[in-house]
């Protein structure tokens, strides 16, 4: 079974800086999608930004980007120019690419909550 | 854009009552899924479907029913609500089209407490 582990439970950035959150999987899929989901104090839950397996090229969304380390099982996110909006808790999640069922599941990390210092 | 409702930002009900919670999607989505999210634990899936009147259990089904007579709506049943089934519930529901991703949107989630 497919696990996702988030070891930082709460990180801090002043306005500007840049933070890199952590995210690591266990699989023994070869293909399959990456997530990370923002979830604002009191409102929905968002998609920031997505990475297939298969690309080599890490995605990027604006300010905010990935280091996909396939063979090493990691899947860290950056966020540059930290801004108060950022502030949120912030899920790594998985997807198997295989067809059908129960199998299109997000499994989630236990989060990340980010702060964002003035 | 895509909207995904719950009947219900909070709510508060006694040990033994059967709940009910609600999702509704607006964008003809055929999955839809309910989520149980606590701290320390991520969401966990309880169920999901894929289909009007078409089910699977997720992760964490017991204690859980689900129920889906209409395409945009997807309804989550506590039979007998037990304490410890106080938690944050997300709804979410996202297109079907096999291997390829269609994004998951969720709902704005709703509290329950169960006393």
């Known amino acids: 079974a497919q696990t996702v582990t988030q070891s930082q439970p709460e990180m801090s950035v002043q306005e500007a800086e840049t933070v890199t959150l952590s995210c690591t999987y266990d699989?023994?899929?070869?293909?399959?999608?990456l997530f990370w989901y923002k979830q604002p104090p009191s409102r929905q839950m968002i998609l920031v930004i997505r990475?297939?397996?298969?690309?080599?090229q890490n995605a990027t969304e604006n300010r905010f980007s990935v280091n996909f380390q396939k063979a090493a099982k990691s899947f860290s996110l950056k966020i540059s120019d930290s801004q108060l909006g950022d502030a949120a808790m912030y899920f790594c999640?998985?997807?198997?690419?295989?067809?059908?069922?129960?199998?299109?599941?997000?499994?989630f990390g236990t989060g990340t909550l980010l702060a964002v210092q003035p | 854009d895509v909207k995904v409702t719950q009947s219900s930002r909070y709510l508060v009900k006694r040990t033994g009552e059967k709940v009910f919670l609600e999702c509704v999607q607006d964008?003809?989505?055929?999955?839809m899924f309910w989520y149980r999210q606590d701290p320390g634990l991520g969401l966990r899936l309880i169920y999901f479907?894929?289909?009007?009147?078409?089910?699977e259990k997720g992760d964490i089904p017991e204690g859980y029913s689900v129920s889906r007579e209409k395409k945009e709506r997807f309804s989550l049943i506590l039979e007998s609500a037990s304490t410890n089934q106080t938690s944050m519930y997300l709804c979410?529901?996202?297109?079907?089209?096999?291997?390829?991703?269609?994004?998951?949107?969720f709902g704005p989630g709703t509290r329950l407490t169960v006393l």
């Open positions: 979410a529901s996202s297109l079907w089209s096999g291997r390829a991703y269609n994004e998951q949107f």
């Open positions: 699989t023994s899929e070869s293909d399959y999608y």
């Open positions: 990475q297939e397996a298969y690309k080599q």
């Open positions: 999640a998985y997807r198997s690419e295989n067809y059908g069922g129960a199998t299109n599941k997000l499994i």
């Open positions: 964008m003809d989505h055929e999955n």
């Open positions: 479907s894929y289909d009007v009147k078409m089910k």
